[in-house]
């Protein structure tokens, strides 16, 4: 009796627990249906922006604004980069609470074969179910599943680039471009930037890369490579060099490769240098007079990306861990590289040098030597930052115990 009495029980709390379950699956794929809506809406509100706006600027209702246009198009793809990230949470939540009910029911094996719940779906708008399980005509699924949100985002960014080009192209007067192009094309791209960095957080697992200094990185590089009235070739600058190494550290850092930390001190140092140089030793003549591309050049690379780092590298808060001798000599491979490089292709091939404190013909030797062993000298103390620190806070503390015994 009392067996019988606890069978019934158990099987009412069994009972019980399903219908919670399944209340709880209904709401999750109540709310998932919910949110695509919202995020359909969304796609709608871009796709009816984006020719209306085109429309109201090419009949001549104020070109100035052109380069702030895509501002809305980036905050509502932000807010359905948020959606989707809920969606596809909320899903997998959805799919633990379904296996469970198809667990209790028995039907587990129609389950694993693809033909009951959620993996019945998958085929059709799971690209990572897709390319996983293949089948037949399994690319031309993965891109109907794919190509709705690619697209979408794709199109947000030509027309951002598109915009800011017009911008610039319609806006040739310093002055108006300095409102009407310069200060939306940099909110622009501090919105992407953000943008980028919230898509690779919510999307990828251990996601460790400050984005901020490839972004600073490849824009110094972008910048200088291009401004017109460039002494020599780009590549013989040692502030592209110094900025790629930085973005090429910051975007293996997650990969904690061995020699990751060599390649990373190096571009600090690197860049440390280039800025040194250009305030200490160029700005005081130059002073902002140069076109308006080198002038950006400059500011990009000497000024936003210096700061960019170092912010980063506050920001980390890693423990002093000192560098190895054996790697602290290690980066002085990239200042002489680049040595050797400019000397042979100016004494080789008559390429001039790129900076006059470097060539003895504009300055002196003793200027050049000079400005070599200063660059050492900078390398070695970046790349032995922590042994000062840690040294400094140990004399610290040997002084305050001097009077206590």
């Known amino acids: 009796m009392e067996d019988a009495e ?15 379950l399944a209340a709880l699956l209904s709401a999750e794929d ?38 702030y246009l895509p501002l809305p198009v980036v905050l509502l793809m932000f807010f359905h980069m948020v959606q989707t990230a809920a969606v596809a949470r909320r899903t997998r939540s959805a799919a633990i609470v379904e296996h469970e009910l198809i667990r209790v029911a028995g039907l587990e094996g129609h389950y694993s074969r693809g033909s009951l719940g959620t993996p019945a779906r998958n085929p059709i708008v799971n690209p990572d179910f897709i390319a996983r399980e293949k089948g037949d005509r399994w690319i031309s699924r993965l891109s109907a599943a794919v190509l709705p949100a690619v697209g979408l985002y794709a199109t947000g960014i030509a027309y ?86 930085l973005t090429l550290a910051a975007l293996l850092r997650p990969w904690h490769l061995r020699w990751h930390d060599v390649i990373a001190r190096a571009g600090i140092a690197g860049i440390l240098v280039s800025a040194l140089g250009f305030w200490l030793m160029i700005f005081p003549i130059d002073r902002f007079r140069s076109p308006e591309a080198m ?44 040595g050797l490089m400019v000397l042979i292709t100016h004494t080789g091939f008559g390429v001039p040098v790129p900076y006059s404190f470097l060539d003895p013909a504009q300055s002196s030797w003793g200027v050049a030597i000079l400005t070599c062993t200063l660059t050492v000298m900078v390398f070695l103390v970046t790349a032995s930052a922590e042994r000062f620190v840690l040294a400094f806070r140990k004399l610290t503390e040997n002084r305050r115990q001097l009077p206590e015994t």
């Open 295 to 338: 002038v950006w050049a400059n500011v990009s690379m000497h000024l936003v990306l210096p700061i960019v780092v170092l912010i980063a590298i506050w920001y980390r808060h890693s423990p002093l861990t000192p560098m190895r001798w054996r790697d602290v000599l290690l980066t002085l491979v990239f200042p002489v590289a680049y």
């Open 160 to 245: 951002t680039w598109f915009l800011c080009s017009e911008a610039a192209r319609q806006n040739p007067d310093y002055p108006v471009r300095m409102w009407a192009v310069i200060v939306p094309v940099l909110l622009n791209l501090v919105m992407w930037s953000v943008f980028l960095d919230s898509a690779m957080s919510y999307f990828i697992p251990r996601y460790k890369i400050n984005i901020w200094v490839p972004i600073a990185g490849l824009s110094g590089i972008w910048f200088q490579a291009n401004f017109p009235t460039l002494n020599t070739e780009p590549y013989l600058y040692f502030s592209l060099h110094s900025a790629a190494l």
């Open 6 to 20: 606890a069978a019934e029980a158990a099987e009412e709390l069994e009972q019980e627990r399903t219908e919670a």
């Open 30 to 67: 109540t709310g998932i249906q919910n949110a695509g809506q919202i995020s359909m809406a969304v796609i709608g509100i871009i796709a009816a922006y984006l020719p209306v706006s085109l429309f109201a600027v090419y009949q001549g209702y104020g070109k100035e604004i052109l380069a």
